[in-house]
């Protein structure tokens, strides 16, 4: 595969560990956030979004924090699987802007 | 969601020429945008694709490097024009399915990876 995430930090789990990413951002404008994961070969895949009204929403084994206060975004993975391997970016956006701006993403090491 | 496809996935091309990327969507989507990604770096915006109009080019990105097409609401193309090694990336394609609002997830493509000779 292509080196998706060479030079990007680097959280290395065991696997059924919980994982946490953080994801700073500087635009206090920005309302809307998404995390997406990225696999080897493979473009963005959408896992969960949170509006600025909300401070936390659920899916399917991800959590998304937002603390607006400090400009911090959190996907917390619960019961990491080897299958979660990838690079995970966040991505914010505000009403003045269509397109999404891009964190500096973090790769995943599910270790098994 | 929508279901994204991009032609060619990959390409090994010559330094000085040009290659037009081709992104196709399964169902009439607002809004269109291509991304560069650097090896080993997140997403750039190079610019929204409009449809029938010019495209909307980010700073840094022109016209007469990257030439954007959008004939209708599902097809639209990238050029990479007088190609070096610099532009060795993935391109990929984005969709937001309404009204662009900024409220709105975007969809991604599987990308093109370019290697410049």
């Known amino acids: 595969g292509e080196s998706v995430g060479l030079h990007l930090p680097t959280l290395s789990v065991q696997e059924g560990d919980n994982s946490i990413i953080n994801c700073a951002y500087s635009?206090?404008?920005?309302?809307?956030f998404i995390w997406y994961k990225q696999e080897s070969g493979k473009g963005p895949q959408f896992i969960i979004d949170?509006?600025?009204?909300?401070d936390k929403r659920q899916g399917q084994r991800v959590t998304v924090l937002l603390n607006k206060t400090v400009k911090h975004l959190s996907l917390q993975i619960a019961a990491t699987q080897p299958g979660d391997s990838a690079v995970y970016f966040c991505a914010e956006n505000d009403t003045g802007r269509r397109a999404l701006t891009f964190g500096s993403g973090t790769r995943l090491q599910v270790q098994p | 969601s929508a279901v994204i496809s991009q032609k060619p996935s990959r390409d090994i091309c010559q330094r000085g020429t040009s290659l037009t990327i081709q992104c196709q969507v399964d169902s009439q989507v607002t809004m269109m945008f291509w991304y560069r990604q650097q090896p080993g770096q997140s997403l750039t915006l190079i610019a929204t694709a409009n449809q029938g109009s010019e495209a909307t080019y980010e700073s840094g990105f022109v016209i007469d490097k990257f030439p954007i097409s959008r004939p209708n609401l599902t097809f639209s193309t990238l050029t990479v024009s007088n190609m070096s090694p610099e532009d060795s990336s993935i391109y990929l394609c984005?969709?937001?399915?309404?009204?662009?609002?900024?409220?709105?997830?975007?969809?991604f493509g599987p990308g093109t990876r370019l290697l410049v000779l």
């Open positions: 984005s969709v937001a399915r309404g009204g662009g609002g900024a409220l709105e997830t975007q969809y």
């Open positions: 949170i509006r600025s009204n909300m």
């Open positions: 635009n206090s404008a920005s309302d809307y």
